[in-house]
């Protein structure tokens, strides 16, 4: 198991992008939480199998028709805290 720690810039706020994360997150077996953040960004901290984080983001860069990935910053490391599920932070 891998974490990945994610920041998400373009337009990822107010177009229900955290919901779309965690959607995905819960079909693709993906544990952790996903929050807006005051510069406009989204964070998340992903852990799964590391094959299964990289399909993961992959899937988080095409978006949808609201949602416009510009940029994802991802810093991998060993997990730090176990999560039972996968959820939105507010």
């Given amino acids: ?3 990945f720690h994610l920041i998400v810039s373009g337009r990822v706020q107010g177009v229900g992008f955290r919901y779309f994360v965690q959607t995905l997150a819960l079909e693709n077996h993906v544990t952790g939480w996903v929050r807006n953040k005051a510069d406009g960004t989204v964070e998340c901290i992903a852990i799964a199998p590391l094959d299964t984080l990289h399909a993961f983001v992959e899937k988080i ?4 028709r609201f949602i416009k990935v510009q940029h994802i910053a991802i810093m991998e490391s060993e997990p730090k805290e176990p ?4 959820k939105v932070i507010y």
Avoid: Y
Avoid at 61 to 64: A, D, E, L, M, Q
Avoid at 83 to 86: L, M, Y
């Fill in 1 to 3: 198991m891998k974490q």
């Fill in 83 to 86: 999560f039972s599920n996968f």
């Fill in 61 to 64: 860069k095409k978006g949808n």
